[in-house]
């Protein structure tokens, strides 16, 4: 476990952003180096001495302009981007695979809330993936959001790709799994969508996840965000 002092900043440089490029190749595979969303994004990085531990993107969406965003090639955002007027895209949070640094997902989490408040977001969005695309090894996780974190219908996504998977709705049996960031995700309030997408580039099955920074309790988003200070 290492302290929670660490440095949180944006990428400033070309040679951030290759950093960036290179933690996500390692985290995720060379299907996840820089892409066509990244020239828009802010990047934020978690620096712990001279090592690059973690990194995000951040995309804000003035209403319907989030269609050209990231997860809206994989859901009907239509309702989403309909209710709330700011948005701000999370992707490609990663950590470093050899890390075991306990404070660094915090941290990216509480950097993620002060964006979303400077920035006037309502919101915060993405794709959080369960590893590899054949949805039955997840279905019990599957079918735990599906009973307790569905996001309401007014905003809740449509599915657009054939091979998406409806998120059952009985739970077989087996080990509820959730991946360490949704599992995040959840325990400050964020809702998913009612269906999973594999993403054969990347080799993962993500559901649709949305977070209102309102949602989150005060002491809890309090402590958050001062590890990210």
């Known amino acids: 476990m290492a302290s929670p002092r660490a440095l949180l900043r944006y990428a400033e440089s070309g040679e951030d952003l290759a950093a960036v490029s290179a933690l996500r190749e390692r985290a995720f595979g060379r299907s996840a180096g820089a892409d066509?969303?990244?020239?828009?994004?802010r990047h934020l990085m978690l620096w712990r001495g001279e090592r690059l531990i973690g990194t995000l993107r951040l995309s804000l969406w003035r209403g319907a302009a989030g269609q050209a965003g990231y997860s809206?090639?994989?859901?009907?955002l239509t309702r989403?981007?309909?209710?709330?007027?700011?948005?701000?895209?999370?992707?490609?949070l990663c950590l470093c695979p050899e890390s075991r640094d306990l404070f660094a997902l915090p941290q990216l989490l509480g950097g993620v809330t002060l964006a979303a408040q400077e920035s006037g977001a309502a919101v915060l969005f993405g794709c959080a993936?369960?590893?590899?695309?054949?949805?039955?090894p997840h279905l019990p996780a599957l079918a735990h959001l599906a009973q307790s974190a569905l996001a309401p219908?007014?905003?809740?996504?449509?599915?657009?790709?054939?091979?998406?998977?409806?998120?059952?709705?009985?739970?077989?049996?087996?080990?509820?799994?959730l991946p360490a960031l949704l599992r995040g995700?959840?325990?400050?309030?964020?809702?998913?969508?009612?269906?999973a997408v594999p993403d054969p580039v990347l080799n993962t099955l993500h559901v649709f996840t949305a977070l209102e920074p309102a949602r989150i309790a005060p002491g809890r988003l309090k402590v958050l965000q001062s590890l990210a200070e």
Request: aromatic letters at 14%; proline letters at 9%; one cysteine or more.
């Open 72 to 76: 809206a090639q994989f859901y009907d």
């Open 36 to 41: 066509p969303w990244d020239a828009q994004a």
């Open 80 to 92: 989403f981007f309909n209710h709330f007027p700011a948005s701000l895209e999370v992707g490609r």
């Open 153 to 177: 219908a007014e905003w809740r996504p449509g599915q657009t790709l054939a091979g998406a998977v409806s998120l059952p709705d009985v739970a077989p049996k087996g080990q509820v799994v």
């Open 185 to 195: 995700y959840l325990a400050l309030g964020a809702r998913v969508s009612d269906h």
């Open 129 to 136: 993936s369960f590893e590899g695309c054949d949805p039955a």
